[in-house]
């Protein structure tokens, strides 16, 4: 007992020593350069560099280590009965990185901008509902919606909606001006983008004194790099790579469950899958254990046609085994008691989906599913492939359960990839929202996913856990999503 | 001769000039543009219209196309896509760390070569020919990606001696590169010496079994002195060719070298500015190339030109 | 090109002239082990199919980046895949996707070389300029191009292949050319009162035609590295297609764990090239020609 006292006793010294330390020592990461000289630091732009402006600009709420809003640069938030009006204190004393201070102005700048639907911003989405913001003061906003919407905070913790100075939109793509715990000293996506720690951070001043995000668009590169030494932490780790790296002591891994989901989509308005049975069918002959397990080299966990996240507190608890006999059955109910012969598009676009394509080929022959997988260039997949071929492969990141059942499954939505109309799920999901009740509008989630469950014409075997490697000098990186990870506690040696 | 320069130079800017249609044209044809690379699933309505309209895409292809090449005579390449920085300086900083690559490989490579070409060549199908021969044809064959991967893999990874990717910004200064350039400059030396290393063999054999320096033998002139005064010269002209076409080659077809090393040149930019579909950067990359080719080709003719009296009365050779 | 009498009298010159320079080449160490790995690698990728223990697409998650075993000669690959099979087989669609454009490029190149280095002034120009702006390009901006608009299958990237490798030998058929036509027997057909075609057929082409075996034989080694480049790349044969080019990419990121993965294609596609190289090397010095060698542009 005393013994565990005493270390524990070290170890808060140690924990508190490196806070109270001055920054020390640079730590080195990569990013994908996903948009090459389109990247940007612009928080909505599409060509952010996500890897940048989690560190550098913060959000009115953040997800806590347990996935729940937490109060960020708003320090409390309350809404009217009927959930369509939302009241947020600001914390007050926060500086820009550039000296002014944060106050409801910047508040307002910030989310009109992803408003304005001419900015064009991709964040849009996810705070539509949106339908005023003003200031009830300088430390005060008032943000009204067009619907009622009980999760208001989460739609706020979204990773794009950060805060920036009133004015910057014309200048922020290469300032990058926020109040997060670093700042832009050079910004370089194709090359080294430099961030000094922020003294002025609200939490206190970071571990770390300077931080290097380098792009670096090839993977196999990346994992190099890591492997050597030259970089710290690389997120995209596979299930695969990880066996090589967890035996040696130079590194240190994170597995991280997240929502972001792979699968196919079968078109609902096209023949066979017009037919309810026929999804079934189709989603019940695939073993997603087996999948996992292939695709994945086990690091994922099994969705049962589910966008919502394994750790969301609205999942549906739904099981899925494979059930050969009941997809032969439905599929005889249905008409065609000779099996099925589908195209499945993918591309190399996601480097797992040909292997979940082969993996689901042989599974699903046993019901008589015949796969004939088809590869299609990379380039322009989503333009001419998916959404328009009836069999193609998705892939999605994850959000927050209400998002992810409207932007993609309601009758109305801009990305229903499955074209699924059906009326009983878009009154689920609308009472969902004006239900202020927590125990009853998770109810209502669940009743949707499993309504889902019974229906969809999306196949989702899986959503991927991440793999985070970092090597062996960095301490103190919250094992936690990445846009839950406070910056500015890691340290390195 | 000076007519015939001008020949040749008004030649190259027709050469060029197509070049610049040829990689218009073909960029033209490629399904979507830079607007729906970029936007991806959100490539619909008003944020498309909104993207095309400020990256000028509305208007015919011939009237861009035009108007690229009015600017682009005077020197002006455009600006990037996100309108921030000239094309030219994007540009010109991937040129100097591809020519940086080229420099220090031909440096190490092209006296490796000749020094083994004449050697192989003097002891024709004894060991130490065979030995360097072999060598040759090895790394002439086993892919780049090969050499590449077991390079880092042995020197990175396992002996640690060598950084194995290189990390630093495409705009840093040529000695930042040190020593992360390393490994990739002696992938690409391999494949050049081997290449010139054959070529100089062929040559130093063809000159040695020539009429002359059989003569020569004949005469009773000591064989170094032979070797020295008659068949070095001669032999290293066709040498220049080679050492032309090699720089040309450097310059933007090492791709699949500077992926794999993360090395910031033009190959790379290429590549990924053809799957952004931005074309002004595709232009201005094919362009230079095409310069490169056209005066390394013009440059090493006149070179051989000037080194052997007997072509300069022969200029329509080819 | 109208049949005429001599036909069958050439063919058999042609056929004894064969033989004589196979011996010759078999003859040669170089030659003879060349040739074998060549002739190696092409009657496996006919028999391949036929003689791998495993289904080259089986993936089990029990056998990810296994080592070599007994049931697994050469270990399994990061999807549990038999990496034996797959590397018997890895070579098919190269060797079909570059012999079928190997030949469709010299044929092309040379045909449209001999013809401008016949026809000379101002369209051999104006050609020769269309030439040297490909030739200026790097090959991967060229093939890029085609491969994003049209996709990166077989149907893709043999016109691909053929189209862009012919050029240059468009180059050197017509240097050939002008060689054999500033010779006197030429002239002297002419004089004979001999037509074009008849020139072409009898006094050309048995002269280039050296040049072309020799550059073909290289064409094909360079054309099976920008293959194998291209799928490394992600542009050339797509998964599952066992691919040596590809089979090293996925493997390349294991190297420090499972090496067996990068070592057996590698093994397979550099012994093709290194035969091939060899061969042609060979047949260059068979046939008395003086290769000269160039950048692989």
Known sequence: MIKIKCCSALLLAVFASSVMAAPSGTFRQAHELGFGSSSSLDPISKGRVFQITEKIMSRLIRPGLDGKPQADLATSWSANSDATVWTFKLRSGVTF????????????????????????????SAVKMIDKVEAVDPMTVKISLSTPFADMPLQLMDYRLRMLPEGSGDTIATTGIGTGPFKVEKFDAEGTTVLVANADYWEGSPGVARMEVIGISDGQARLQALLGGQIDMERGITGQQKVMLSGSSKFKLQEIPTGNWRGFVFRTDVKPFTDQRVRKAVRLAADREALVALVLGGGGIVACDTPVEPNDQYRANITCPQDIALAKKLLADAGFPNGIDIDVHVATLEPSWPTLAEAYQQQASKAGIRVNIVQVPTDGYWKEVWMKKDVAATRWNERPADQALHEIYLSTAKWNESYFKDAGFDDLLSSARRQLDFNKRKALYVQAQEHLWENTGTFIPYTVTKVVGTTSRVSNLDEVKNDAVRWHKITVD | ?????????????????????????????????????????????????????????????????????SSAMVGDLGVSVNGQQSIAELVGNRMNNSLLLAFCALLVGVPLAIFLGVITALWRDKPIDLVFSTAAIFA?????????????????????????????????????????IILPVIVVAMVMTAHILRMVRTSVIDVLASDYVRMATLKGVPYWQIVFQHVLPNALLPAINVVALTIAWLLGGVVVIEVVFNYPGLGRMMIDSISDRDLPVVQAIALILATVYVSVNLTADLLTMIANPRLRTLHMRK | MPPTLAVPVIKNRNQNRLFKVLSDVMSRPSGAIGLSLVVFHLVLAVISPFIVPFDYREISAMLMLKGPSLEYWFGNDHLGRDIFSRTLLGGREAILVTGIATPIAVLWGSFLGIFFGLVGGRVDEFSMRIVDAFLSLPWILKMLVLIVTFGTGIGVLIPTLAFFYGIPVIRIARAATHD???????SAAKARGHGRIAIIRHELLPNVLDTLMVEGAMRWSWMLLAFSSLSFLGFGASPPTPDWGLMIADARGFMSFAPWGVLAPVVFLSSLIIGINLTADALAKALGIDRIQKAPV
């Open chain 3, 180 to 186: 054999v036509v500033a010779r006197d027997f030429i």
């Open chain 2, 1 to 69: 001769m000076l007519s015939m320069l001008l020949r040749r130079l008004s030649l190259g800017f027709i050469t060029v000039a197509l070049v610049s249609i040829i990689i218009f044209t073909g960029v033209e044809f490629l399904p979507g543009d830079a607007c729906t690379a970029f936007l991806e699933r959100e490539a619909q309505g008003k944020l498309l219209e909104n993207c095309r309209r400020d990256l000028d895409l509305n208007r015919p292809a011939i009237d861009r196309y035009l108007d690229w090449a």
């Open chain 2, 140 to 180: 002439m064959t086993i892919p780049e990606f090969v050499s590449s991967t077991v390079l880092i893999l042995v020197f990175s990874a396992w002996l640690g001696w060598l950084p194995g990717i290189v990390l630093t910004s495409a705009n840093a200064s040529a000695a930042e590169f040190f020593p992360e």
């Open chain 1, 97 to 124: 990185h550039d000296g002014s201070s944060f106050e409801a102005a910047d508040v307002i700048y910030s989310l009109g901008r992803v408003l304005d639907p001419e900015s064009g911003s991709p964040a849009r």
